[in-house]
């Protein structure tokens, strides 16, 4: 365990054993190696469905990992503290002058291990495309990008292969939308169309 994280408490580990007895229960198993360095932006798609995020615990558990994501700062507040921190949640004061970009970027220097986990549709919904914030930190901040997987086709998941961004987001994109293609979100015609996307973080 990194000397940064912090041991959970009896009711997080409660909930999330029955998250991952869900996931277990739904028949779905983990595939994909976790890249050596434990420092990466985690790409979380496509994100059709609340479903995601059960099944991504149970494929992270079975993966041995513990990602992290963001979250403001007023879902932090007592008595939902703890929990948050516990199922991996990071602050992020959107009242501040720096935006949550640097803020993570300044996350990863501070930790030994960070597997910060993003959404870059920024929605359930359909999209037109993706924000670009995941790629802004991953260049700040040095790290590589890894493509999450959850394939409803065959209740298989895990991850890709590590990204390194060169900073031409459209040919580091086109990597990652050729792994995705592959990929059957839990509804189809809501998965994402377009990540060449708008660049507004």
Known sequence: M??????????????????????????WHAHGVVPEQRKF?????????????????????????????MAKTSLFRWPFTNFMLDMGGVAV???????????MIDEFRRRDEFMLTIAP???????KAWKTGFYHIAMGAGVPL????MDYGSKTG????????????????AKVAEIYAKVKPKY??????EIFARDDA
């Open 41 to 69: 932006v985690l790409i979380a798609a496509p994100h059709t469905s609340n479903w995601d995020f059960v099944y991504f615990l149970g494929l992270t558990n079975d993966l041995g990992i513990k990602p992290h994501f």
């Open 188 to 193: 189809p015609t809501k998965g994402m169309t």
């Open 93 to 103: 004061d959107r009242s501040s002058n720096r935006n949550y970009v640097q803020q």
């Open 146 to 149: 890894v493509v999450g997987m």
């Open 2 to 27: 990194s000397l940064n994280e912090r041991q959970p408490s009896w009711l997080s580990r409660l909930f999330r054993r029955a998250l991952v007895g869900i996931y277990k229960g739904a028949g």
């Open 121 to 127: 549709e920024g929605t359930r919904g359909t999209v």
């Open 158 to 173: 895990g991850l890709g292969p590590a990204i390194w961004p060169t900073g031409d987001y459209k040919a580091d994109m």
